[in-house]
């Protein structure tokens, strides 16, 4: 049985870092993303990595704050958080899924797997 689950969140002022973790189960993935929903909004996507090769990408929103990273003998991704901001403070969520192709890294229906959410809020 698959399994992804999060941690990491909490609650932190802005300029404040914070580290979200995602521990993967039952199998291995090619691709992994996270994702956030904020109250009200869409679910969003942030930042995208291939497990081999290391490939990144970023939502234009959090490029050069947040990292995205993992460790493959663990098969745990990690997403690093620097300076946050208020309009960062949503659900934050691990997605993850096996090669696909014609549907792109930022769409949320590219991902067959997900974990149940790990809540970050940032006050000003």
């Known amino acids: 049985q698959v399994q992804l689950v999060e941690s990491g969140g909490g609650l932190v002022q802005a300029g404040g870092s914070l580290r979200l973790s995602c521990a993967a189960s039952g199998r291995t993935f090619s691709t992994m993303a996270w994702f956030r929903q904020a109250p009200r909004k869409e679910r969003e996507f942030v930042a995208f990595i291939r497990w081999i090769g290391g490939d990144t990408y970023y939502a234009d929103s959090v490029k050069g704050r947040f990292t995205i990273s993992n460790d493959r003998a663990k098969n745990t991704l990690f997403l690093q958080m620097n300076s946050l901001k208020p309009e960062d403070t949503a659900v934050y969520y691990c997605?993850?899924?096996?090669?696909?192709?014609?549907?792109?890294?930022?769409?949320?229906?590219?991902?067959?797997?997900w974990g149940q959410g790990t809540q970050v809020t940032v006050s000003s």
């Open positions: 997605a993850a899924s096996p090669p696909k192709y014609g549907i792109s890294y930022s769409v949320a229906a590219r991902y067959d797997y």
